[in-house]
């Protein structure tokens, strides 16, 4: 018995060193070699601009307000007192949809404008008789039935803004804008207003920034003019208001419209707007 015993033990005494010099020559680890490279994600550089303007104007007091991508007829065009043949709907040749009837067809959004019209009866709703102040930015994808161009895509995003209140002023629209401009582009940007047309915004305005690469001297990127468009807006249109449940005589107020891919393109001057769809890494990693 005690020779088996002992023969035993001897046995399993070099089976484990056998396992433990195995684990020592196969699994050992080479402390020298350079650790493995951990990928970093990061957010699309038009998401970036579009949180950037989101982050600028809730410090200003704005608030975030979704609406639908899928819209009617009526929401993006008629209440935004575009009439049914008016020219400026051919600029914005539609993605028609399924459903709806013919003269309110469904289609997508070709602005984020429509978003206008359901914030307003939304908040008038809650007070018909004296609807709050409302103060918001819409953000959202927008589409449109074009030529793709390095100019111009079927689908990009909007940021639309709004503000209706009691003693709402050009002087705040400019005001407003101008600050904007300022905290997105640089402290000391000049800014230009003029003159320009939109069904829903009476008057109406576009807002120049001046050129940051020649500033102001005129060079290719601002077509020698010194000057680089960045938005659409206006004093809210009385039939628009009315649409939304505001008294025109008691309320005024103003909107804006801009485009995040081309604040993206001019403030990193990028010349094809076709890169925010192609997701080439190359060009993603830049951001
Ligand atoms: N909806 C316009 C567009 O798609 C942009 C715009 C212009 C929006 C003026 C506004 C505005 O709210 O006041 O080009």
């Not at 600028?56 to 979704?66: L, T």
């Not at 007192?81 to 469904?106: C, I, L």
Request: glycine share 8%.
């Amino acid at each position: 018995k005690q020779a088996l015993e002992a023969a035993l033990e001897q046995k399993q005494a070099v089976i484990q060193q056998a396992g433990i010099t195995q684990a020592l020559e196969g699994e050992w680890v080479d402390v020298t070699l350079p650790g493995r490279k951990r990928a970093v994600g990061r957010l699309h550089p038009v998401t970036q601009t579009m949180r950037e303007i989101q982050r600028i104007f809730a410090e200003m007091g704005f608030q975030v307000y979704r609406s639908r991508d899928v819209e009617t007829d009526e929401y993006n065009f008629q209440l935004l007192n575009f009439p049914p043949n008016h020219p400026a709907r051919e600029m914005q040749d539609s993605f028609y949809m399924k459903g709806g009837s013919e003269d309110n067809p469904t289609l997508l959004r070709t602005h984020t404008s429509p978003g206008q019209i359901h914030a307003m009866r939304e908040y008038s709703s809650k007070d018909p008789e004296n609807p709050p102040t409302v103060r918001i930015i819409l953000p959202g994808m927008c589409y449109r039935f074009e030529q793709i161009t390095a100019r111009s895509e079927i689908q990009f995003t909007q940021v639309e803004g709004l503000a209706v209140g009691e003693h709402i002023t050009f002087g705040d629209l400019k005001g407003t804008l101008s600050d904007f401009a300022r905290r997105f582009f640089s402290p000391d940007v000049r800014t230009r207003f003029r003159a320009s047309h939109f069904p829903f915004t009476e008057p109406s305005a576009e807002m120049d920034v001046e050129c940051f690469v020649c500033h102001g001297e005129g060079c290719p990127v601002c077509k020698r003019t010194g000057w680089l468009e960045i938005l659409g807006s206006g004093m809210v249109h009385p039939n628009v208001l009315r649409n939304g449940g505001y008294d025109p005589e008691r309320y005024s107020g103003f909107a804006f419209g801009m485009g995040p891919e081309r604040l993206t393109m001019l403030r990193y001057r990028i010349e094809d707007i076709r890169y925010f769809w192609r997701n080439d890494m190359r060009f993603l990693e830049q951001f």
